[in-house]
């Protein structure tokens, strides 16, 4: 079956902790997403990742950091630089810019 | 500021209610339009994209007037399972990867 995993569903950290959110995709697409999600709010877009080797921010990447090394893979980085990182975060991906873009099931994160 | 705007509800609908949700959005450079439905503490999924001519999937017609950069979305004979958030989604500009995601409107169905 193609889509998206991420890992894992829930994690909880310590404040102070860098800690790194998995996500894999193998619908063979170019473009990737990194939003976070807060209660009653949007979706707020962290960083993005058009093409392997290559990623841009998004609206609030301060705090976070990405790699894509390969097409499959885009696994984030909340740092301890991140003020407030207890949120839902969502990965995403798409066939090119203007395509629907579809998500995994997401990452629930809990710093204390 | 490029946003999605929404009502946020909450719309409380009978079953086999017909009820339409509305979305305006600022840029008008945007090219791509869909609405995506997220169910509680689930993550957002595709239900249909937005075509200048109107389009419809059964019980779900959704419609774009670019010229008032309006946004709407049908839902006839409400059933229970169509409880959730429904975002309206846009892309950010011609040849952009970007989407701009609304708060969403939260639709209860009661039986």
């Known amino acids: 079956d193609g889509g998206i995993t991420q890992s894992p569903k829930y994690l909880f950290r310590k404040e102070g902790q860098n800690v790194t959110l998995s996500c894999e995709q193998n619908?063979?697409?170019?473009?990737m997403y990194w939003y976070r999600q807060d209660p009653g709010q949007g979706l707020r877009l962290i960083y993005y990742?058009?093409?392997?080797?290559?990623?841009q921010k998004g609206d609030i990447a301060e705090g976070y950091s990405v790699s894509r090394e390969k097409k499959e893979s885009f696994p984030l980085t909340v740092t301890s630089a991140q003020k407030n990182p207890t949120a839902f975060y969502l990965c995403?991906?798409?066939?090119?810019?203007?395509?629907?873009?579809?998500f995994g099931p997401g990452t629930r994160l809990t710093v204390t | 500021r490029k946003e999605v705007e929404q009502d946020p509800g909450p719309f409380n609908v009978p079953e086999g209610a017909t009820v339409a949700f509305n979305c305006t959005y600022s840029?008008?450079?945007?090219?791509?339009f869909f609405w995506y439905r997220q169910d509680c503490r689930k993550e957002p999924k595709l239900l249909m994209s937005?075509?200048?001519s109107g389009n419809e999937d059964g019980r779900f017609t959704a419609q774009l007037n670019r010229a008032s950069q309006y946004i709407s979305l049908l839902i006839r004979d409400s059933k229970l399972s169509d409880s959730a958030t429904y975002l309206c989604?846009?892309?950010?500009?011609?040849?952009?990867?970007?989407?701009?995601f609304g708060k969403g409107t939260k639709l209860s169905v009661i039986p």
């Open positions: 619908l063979n697409h170019d473009a």
């Open positions: 990742s058009q093409i392997v080797n290559d990623f």
């Open positions: 937005v075509y200048s």
């Open positions: 995403a991906s798409s066939d090119g810019y203007g395509y629907e873009q579809y």
């Open positions: 840029n008008s450079a945007s090219q791509s």
């Open positions: 989604v846009v892309n950010s500009g011609a040849g952009s990867y970007q989407l701009t």
